[in-house]
Antibody, heavy 120, light 107 residues
């Protein structure tokens, strides 16, 4: 069974840093592109970042570029999102998401989400 | 960035009804269009990929169509468990933008 389990969320002051982790199991993690998607309270889905299977090609939404860093450890089957210089508008549930191996691609498995609250 | 616009933003329907949700892309995205269902407090669930391909395990009352810039999600014979929020998403180019969502409520 495919599972994606996020951890590392919590309450953080503006300007602070937080690292989210996503533990993957039930599939060959190293074979899939992975993404982070976020959802502010009561709002819609917003794509945040993507990483390729090797971890050497990453892209970001303009709203987080230069502040967030996506990475992966294929030996540990874990995806990360390092979030620096956090702002109130970064408050959201952050989902770890697997991209399908089919074409065109979609997001076929999602974690349960990790809540990040940026507030003083 | 490619903008995705869904309509309507909200919709009320009866169990058993047929409903259609539309999604328009700001530029041609061929068939790189996905549909997701999200229930309150839960992660989204992929329903349709490639505009019209049904994801494994999704009931056949869900269908998708369209190509280019205009797409539709159709649900025939609504069931109580179908009342949720639906999002379209383009996978043509980054950023992988989503529509703003369509909330489907029971009438």
């Amino acid at each position: 069974e495919v599972q994606l389990v996020e951890s590392g969320g919590g309450l953080i002051q503006p300007g602070g840093s937080l690292r989210l982790s996503c533990a993957a199991s039930g599939f060959t993690f190293r074979s899939y592109w992975m993404h982070w998607v976020r959802q502010a309270p009561g709002k819609g889905l917003v794509w945040v970042s993507r990483i390729n299977i090797f971890g050497n090609n990453t892209i970001y939404a303009d709203s987080v570029k230069g502040r967030f860093t996506i990475s992966r450890d294929n030996a540990k089957n874990t995806l990360y999102l390092q979030m620096d210089s956090l702002r109130a508008e970064d408050t959201a549930v952050y989902y770890c998401v697997r991209e399908t191996s089919t074409w065109p691609p979609g997001f076929d498995f999602w974690g349960q989400g990790a809540l990040v609250t940026v507030s003083s | 960035d490619i903008q995705m616009t869904q309509s309507p933003s909200s919709l009320s329907a009866f169990v058993g009804d047929r409903v259609t949700i539309t999604c328009r892309a700001s530029q041609n995205i061929n068939n790189y269009l996905n549909w997701y269902q999200q229930k309150p407090g839960k992660a989204p669930n992929l329903l349709i990929y490639g505009a019209s391909s049904l994801q494994s395990g999704v009931p056949s009352r869900f269908s998708g169509s369209g190509s280019g810039t205009d797409f539709t999600l159709t649900i025939t014979s609504l069931q109580s468990e179908d009342f949720a929020t639906y999002y379209c998403q383009q996978s043509y180019s980054p950023p992988r933008t989503f529509g703003q969502g369509t909330k489907l409520e029971i009438k």
